[in-house]
């Protein structure tokens, strides 16, 4: 009984197809260059007989059963089924990106490109000019998957519809926009709201738009890193930054990271941005509870708040435990009498996240 073949491809499975022969090199093309029959004579028909042609319709079937199976096997075929259109097909159909595999009649074949695009408008980059330059097919590539439109013709780049459409799915598409949609403040206001970041891809003009700023800020306090110097300076921008993502205490102008207000509402939300506050408000012991006793998602990451207070803060024994209390990991940054103090051991361990690190801290005494 023959072993099946093993249809490699270089850095992926190996995997055999049922009832062919294995290849002696594992990079063989399959199937192999028919050989001549040496039961031919010179002058015999070629004509394959109904054995040979059942064969090797079996064959076929199987080996598209395995690019179906495994899309990337069609590369461990011979290069000719590449323009095949029912194995491209099939391949396309579990790895929409396999089109780039395909001939380049296959990327032309607007149906086969259209099918992949549906599944993921990102293979819109291995179709074929005239196809990149299809509106219609554009359109629903870029509807499913905005970073598309950097494969569309400059054409469309410029097309508003194509645009919006891209921007409705990723707000980041906006820097494959052209140079004049980008300049267009009803463009920049539809990505920067889907997308805050894109700020920083619009000029600085808009960068200084307070319309286009606030929409930024309100999706990610930290696009305000983009935002012109006047309205980091601006106590409103700056207030919607920091509500929505502490970080974003980093970016603002400095006298505002002197601000009270602005600084607890960046500590509320995110307690380590206290790290960006000034001395002085490092100093504040209501900015300093309101930032260790901040929710946080990462204990290990976030609940560093304590570490950026004043020392005189590290050793008040209120703060302390209303900073254990929430992250036991804060334990940490208190003074060295506090980090022997029943009460505050006791909040330590009922925090399994931190029971570790506190037990590694008080063996050390």
């Given amino acids: 009984m023959h072993a099946a073949p093993s249809l490699t491809v270089k ?18 093309a399959w199937p192999p260059a028919a050989k001549p029959s040496s039961l031919s004579s010179p002058g015999s028909s070629t004509a394959p007989t109904p054995q040979k042609a059942l064969a090797a319709s079996e064959s076929r079937r199987l080996l598209l059963a395995a690019v179906e199976c495994d899309p990337r096997a069609l590369l461990s075929l011979d290069a000719s089924f590449r323009g095949e259109r029912d194995f491209v097909a099939a391949a396309v159909k579990g790895d929409e990106f396999m089109l780039e595999y395909a001939s380049a009649e296959l990327q032309a074949d607007r149906d086969l490109v259209q099918a992949a695009c549906r599944g993921m408008g990102g293979a819109l980059h291995y179709a074929s000019e005239a196809l990149r330059a ?4 554009v359109l629903e590539a870029v509807s499913s998957c905005g970073w598309a439109l950097e494969a569309a013709s400059s054409a469309l780049r410029g097309d508003r519809d194509v645009v919006m459409a891209a921007l409705a799915n990723d707000g980041a598409s906006l820097n494959y926009a052209s140079d004049d949609l980008k300049a267009e403040k009803g463009v920049v206001l539809a990505a920067v709201a889907q997308y805050g970041p894109a700020l920083g891809y619009v000029s600085a003009k808009l960068q200084g738009d307070r319309d286009i700023v606030l929409a930024a800020v309100e999706n990610d306090g930290e696009a305000l890193e983009h935002a012109s110097e006047g309205l980091k300076g601006d106590v409103a921008v700056a207030l919607a930054a920091c509500s929505q ?14 601000h009270r207000g602005v600084v607890l509402a960046a500590v509320r939300n995110e307690g380590a941005s206290l790290a960006f506050a000034s001395s002085e408000l490092q100093a504040d012991r209501e900015v300093v509870l309101a930032a260790v006793t901040a929710p946080h998602e990462d204990p290990w990451r976030d609940a560093t708040a304590l570490f950026y207070a004043a020392e005189p803060l590290k050793r008040d024994r209120e703060i302390v435990l209303a900073a254990v209390r929430n992250c036991g990991v804060q334990m ?9 103090d029943p009460e505050v051991i006791a909040a330590v361990t009922a925090d399994g996240s931190a029971f570790r690190r506190a037990s590694f801290i008080i063996g050390a005494y």
Avoid: H, Y
């Fill in 11 to 28: 850095g992926t499975p190996r995997f055999s197809v049922l009832g062919l022969a294995e290849k002696d090199s594992p990079a063989a």
């Fill in 134 to 137: 299809d509106k219609g097919l």
């Fill in 245 to 258: 993502n502490g970080w974003a205490l980093e970016f603002v102008a400095e006298e505002l990271q002197r």
């Fill in 332 to 340: 940490e940054s208190a003074g060295e009498d506090l980090q022997l």
